[in-house]
């Protein structure tokens, strides 16, 4: 195990466990609503990823408070899925279009405080942008080793695929959207912050594949 700021990699991450244990009730009671409608948690997926396109679009126009509505119901729409795959039948691709629509999500909220001011905002939203790339890579390569290895966790419920902590995760990239929303003007600050938590993110993710994937002799 990996040991950053005096803390194993696992007990860095703070909002994103603290969110979850508050609203899985809740969005358990949700879910079991929508399956007595028949509605599916891939129908779900694809509607948060699609709100978060307009939430986008609201932000590049310059509706901060539109986008910042729209971005909060994409992200329930997001914890839904997942709560509506447990009662019904969670499937591989179920997992797999989750997670791709998610990083689709991350790149395209940032591209539309680009958009809505390019001059103030293109430089820190593409190394915000850049620093999903990185911190994303670490995460799907460690889990995909970690399949071939046949590890497992449950630190953040049952997952398709095998989850690893950090400093930079959904709740926490979803604070930073929000105060970009109700603060605009501080989007650049904002962006370069998170940006250096996410590589920070990546880095304590890459130490901790070293210690957990070192070839034994």
């Known amino acids: 195990m990996t040991v950053l700021l005096g803390k194993p990699v696992e007990e860095i991450a703070m909002l994103d466990g603290f969110a979850r244990r508050k609203i899985d009730p809740l969005l358990m009671r ?26 986008a679009l609201a932000i590049a126009l310059g509706g901060f408070w539109t986008g910042l509505v729209l971005l909060l119901a994409s992200r329930l729409a997001d914890g839904l899925d997942g709560s509506l795959a447990k009662l019904t039948r969670p499937t591989d691709f179920g997992g797999y279009l989750d ?9 395209i909220i940032p591209l539309g405080f680009v958009f809505v001011d390019p ?6 939203g593409a190394t915000l942008i850049f620093s999903f790339y990185v911190n994303g890579a670490s995460f799907l390569a460690y889990a995909t080793l ?19 902590t950090g400093l ?12 970009a929303c109700l ?3 501080w989007f650049a600050v904002l962006a370069w912050v998170f940006a250096a938590i996410c590589f920070y993110t990546a880095l304590a993710r890459i130490l901790q594949a070293r210690s957990t994937f070192r070839d034994v002799e």
């Open 183 to 185: 603060f605009p003007a």
């Open 99 to 107: 997670i791709v629509l998610d990083f689709g999500f991350y790149g």
């Open 30 to 55: 949700l879910a079991g609503l929508l399956a007595r409608a028949g509605i599916t948690a891939d129908q779900v997926t694809v509607a948060g990823f699609v709100i978060g396109l307009a939430a």
């Open 168 to 179: 930079a995760e959904a709740t926490e990239t979803l604070a930073v959207f929000v105060l």
């Open 146 to 164: 970690a399949e071939k290895r046949q590890l497992a966790t449950a630190i953040r419920g049952t997952k398709s695929f095998f989850f690893t």
């Open 119 to 124: 001059s103030a905002n293109a430089l820190a």
